[in-house]
């Protein structure tokens, strides 16, 4: 199994964890799996008991070793059982992020690559961004301004859902690894958002302090 740690300026923890372990092993990885567990024998695939419990895991290491239960809000969003932290996590193939915080909101995207995301873009580009975009036309250009959207809905839930009207990414300079401001058109609020670029993911995560987004546009 690989993982990495990422901490932000903000207060917030990031675990990245590639899971490659087997039911067995990841019910091994916690000291009381009993948390779990009544949850896990619902599930009848192997694949998704995996998943469920690699996100539990992801999650253990982001809490410096606490071991939570999780539940959802009746939007379907994942809070904590005992709210100590906010979450937020996402997972593509065996790649799983999880992102928290003991006091803002969080949200963060994980996606595998794929030129799909071209056949789609004008689906979620607004004219500033599709003008962006066709000066290169570079695809990584895409993943990333994507990915930010989604962690970036997150946070902001249901008023967001039109990508293309409701969030604007403003230009930035694209890198493998690097910061960029987004804006929520309808209420004028700017977001700093994390990425990260590589050849088996694209990564996005922000946590929502107004304190912290305000200082860094000075």
């Not at 990422?6 to 000291?31: A, K, P, W």
């Not at 695939?45 to 071991?67: P, T």
């Not at 794929?114 to 003008?131: C, M, P, S, W």
């Not at 902001?156 to 990508?163: D, Q, R, S």
Request: aromatic share 10%.
């Amino acid at each position: 199994m690989n993982d990495n740690h990422i901490s932000t300026h903000y207060g917030s923890r990031i675990c990245l964890l590639e899971n490659d372990m087997t039911v067995d092993e990841l019910i091994q990885s916690f000291n009381q799996p009993e948390l779990y567990l009544p949850e896990m024998e619902k599930i009848n695939s192997e694949h998704r008991r995996r998943e469920y419990l690699g996100l539990r895991l992801a999650l253990k290491q982001c809490l410096n070793g606490e071991e939570k239960t999780i539940s959802h809000t009746p939007d379907g969003k994942p809070v904590l059982t005992d709210n100590s932290y906010k979450i937020s996590f996402s997972h593509c193939k065996n790649w799983i992020s999880v992102i928290a915080n003991p006091t803002y909101e969080v949200g963060i995207d994980i996606e595998r690559p794929t030129d799909r995301i071209e056949k789609i873009h004008t689906r979620f580009l607004g004219n500033e961004e599709l003008e962006e975009y066709l000066k290169h036309r570079e695809l990584n250009y895409l993943k990333v301004v994507w990915s930010t959207k989604e962690a970036l809905y997150k946070i902001i839930g249901e008023k967001a859902y039109n990508f293309a009207r409701k969030i604007r990414i403003l230009p930035f300079e694209l890198r493998e690894e690097g910061e960029l401001k987004a804006l929520f058109q309808e209420t004028n609020k700017e977001y700093l958002v994390n990425y990260r670029l590589t050849e088996k993911y694209t990564l996005a995560y922000c946590t929502d302090n107004e304190k912290d987004i305000r200082n860094h546009s000075e």
